[in-house]
């Protein structure tokens, strides 16, 4: 009765608005990492605000959750559709504006991706802040809700740090929120912000008014291997005081060797852990490069200062997802740490950790500029969470977080209390009545569900769509 209520008043706002086509939803119902697999009753692709508005209006009406979804690149089943659920998809809310070049900014709708924006931009020598391995399927909606980071954190900060407007379509009060490229507006708290990192549990992002940044005429790409992770990460605390840094990354060794194998490349140099640093300035590098390269005392080092050779170099650092993915369905944890405590907790990964799981393969890399660490395990069953409830209880235990960039999803929700108080779960859980009241949007991501239900029911570990 629900559904059918619901499916009339979508025909009502546009006949190609919903599908219920099971070839169309059903690949869409399974988390990128491969581990998870939901079920949704149909999806609805809304072209405009006005549609967005009216679909999720129509939801609150009808009592049918919605599961919203951008590129369905969440490694936490944050995209997954959990229960009886609708996929909202903002696939069809692609527009990009022209570049405002007296505030440097750009507006784009929620389901432009990141390329696209970047294209955009590129004409007027611009981009975006944060840039991401998946900019060519991450999308800006869903780069708001999880307060998207990647690897210029360390210099433009993570996403929430480029919002100068954004439009939210909330079950509550509707569509709120202004476009207009305001660097200042002190008038109450920035709803922005707060929608930032919120993974779609608030309101459902129509547009976003983004900060841009100029794209700088030098840039120089380093490489540089260590022989422990000790010493790369005393290199990386020289390298951070440059203020030319814009990215500063790590990989192991068995990480480069998966990816030497995957590219069929040999490894550029030998080593037990490297560093990928990224300078940019607007004025000559490489005197300084050289100077910063020598003081962090690498084993080795290779430079690359045109297109081509950057790429080549940046290759090494992003092939590692895909190259992780031939190996198997990977757990995925995204830990953040003090960055004066990212040696202790490397080592009890390759440690002590690694050898309890002896049918573990274990591939870290990150951000190590912003204390990020990437930990990925290949060898677990889909469903077997104990490995990563032991990771991510280690990484709380030393003051980090369990989600640095990924968010909390279904996975993680049932951990939440391993880094919030009681009391700031009952603030978050308050500020999610305020806006969605009935709980139509994502249930069970970020919070734990109602009534004790675990966060992962109803969704099938390790099942292909």
Not at 61 to 84: C, F, K, M, R, Y
Not at 293 to 304: F, G, M, Q
Not at 432 to 442: T, W
Request: charged content about 20%; proline content about 6%; some cysteine.
């Amino acid at each position: 009765m629900a559904l059918a209520r619901f499916i009339r008043s979508c025909e009502e706002i546009s006949p190609r608005l919903l599908t219920l086509d099971p070839d169309i939803v059903a690949p869409l119902c399974t988390d990128w990492t491969r581990r998870v697999t939901g079920h949704a009753l149909g999806l609805a692709r809304p072209s405009n605000e006005a549609e967005l508005a009216a679909v999720v209006e129509a939801a609150v009406e009808a009592e049918i959750h919605l599961q919203l979804q951008g590129g369905n690149t969440s490694l936490v089943a944050g995209a997954t559709p959990w229960g009886d659920s609708v996929l909202l998809s903002s696939a069809r809310l692609r527009e990009v504006g022209d570049p405002d070049l007296t505030s440097l900014s750009i507006t784009a709708e929620a389901g432009a991706t990141a390329a696209e924006v970047n294209a955009a931009l590129a004409p007027h020598r611009l981009k975006l802040g944060v840039d991401l391995a998946s900019r060519e399927s991450a999308t800006i909606g869903g780069m708001v809700a999880t307060n998207a980071g990647g690897i210029h954190v360390v210099r433009y900060g993570p996403m929430r740090s480029q919002l100068l407007g954004l439009r939210l379509v909330t079950p509550a009060q509707g569509a709120i929120g202004r476009l207009s490229p305001l660097y200042k507006d002190n008038t109450g708290p920035d709803l922005a912000a707060i929608a930032a990192g919120s993974e779609g549990t608030l309101g459902a992002v129509a547009a976003a008014a983004l900060k841009a940044v100029p794209i700088l005429e030098e840039s120089v790409v380093a490489l540089l291997s260590f022989g422990s992770f000790s010493a790369a990460a005393e290199g990386a605390r020289r390298i951070r005081r440059s203020p030319a840094v814009s990215a500063l990354e790590f990989m192991t060794h068995a990480g480069m060797d998966l990816v030497s194998r995957h590219l069929g490349r040999e490894l550029p140099l030998a080593g037990a852990v490297y560093l990928l640093a990224e300078f940019e300035s607007a004025f000559p590098l490489l005197d300084h490069v050289v100077e910063v390269v020598e003081d962090s005392v690498p084993s080795t080092s290779a430079l690359a200062f045109d297109a081509r050779g950057r790429a080549e170099l940046w290759r090494w650092r992003e092939a590692h997802t895909e190259a992780i993915a031939t190996a198997g369905i990977a757990h995925k944890m995204d830990v953040a740490l003090p960055i004066a405590s990212l040696e202790e907790f490397v080592s009890w990964v390759e440690g002590p950790f690694a050898a309890e799981n002896p049918e573990l393969d274990v591939y870290l890399f990150g951000h190590l500029g912003d204390g990020n660490v990437h930990v990925n395990l290949v060898g677990a069953e889909p469903d077997d969470l104990s490995p990563d409830e032991a990771v991510l209880a280690k990484a709380a235990s030393m003051g980090g977080s369990i989600s640095a960039e990924h968010g909390i999803g279904r996975l993680k929700a049932p951990l939440v209390h391993l880094v919030r108080t009681q009391a700031e779960i009952d603030a978050i859980a308050a500020l999610k009545a305020a806006f969605d009241p009935d709980g139509i949007l994502n249930p069970g991501v970020l919070l734990p569900t109602p009534k004790g239900r675990h966060a992962t029911e109803n969704l099938a570990p390790g099942r292909l769509a």
